[in-house]
């Protein structure tokens, strides 16, 4: 079992900029594929960005809505998997999560670990 602790979130203005992190518990980190999604009041969870084992390449997948804007990175040794967001929107506006998962990363679904989540706020 991996558990995972979000922070980095707050309130920023449009345009802005926020470093997420998500710190895991465990040795087993570097062997799952590590996703961030976001919800927003009243809506479902939605697939942000997702990062694969390294030893996969660790390559990067994104939503179209933050494709250019936001950069998912994972440091193995220090147990940990960051979201960069840049030229952030009110629309941005969720609740964050980190999550861990042994398939695919966009599929909410098929993540068994969540983190509590950190809010993120956009001003206009």
């Known amino acids: 079992q991996v558990q995972l602790v979000e922070s980095g979130g707050g309130l920023v203005q449009a345009g802005g900029s926020l470093r997420l992190s998500c710190a895991a518990s465990g040795r087993t980190f570097s062997r799952y594929n590590m996703g961030w999604f976001r919800q927003a009041p009243g809506k479902e969870r939605e697939f942000a960005a997702g990062i694969s084992i390294s030893w996969s390449g660790g390559s990067t997948l994104y939503a179209d809505s933050v494709k250019g804007r936001f950069t998912i990175s994972r440091d193995n040794a220090k147990n940990t998997v960051y979201l960069q967001m840049n030229s952030l929107k009110p629309e941005d506006t969720a609740v964050y999560y980190c999550?861990?998962?042994?398939?695919?990363?966009?599929?909410?679904?098929?993540?068994?670990?969540w983190g509590q989540g950190t809010q993120v706020t956009v001003s206009s």
């Open positions: 999550g861990v998962t042994s398939s695919s990363v966009t599929t909410v679904a098929l993540y068994h670990n």
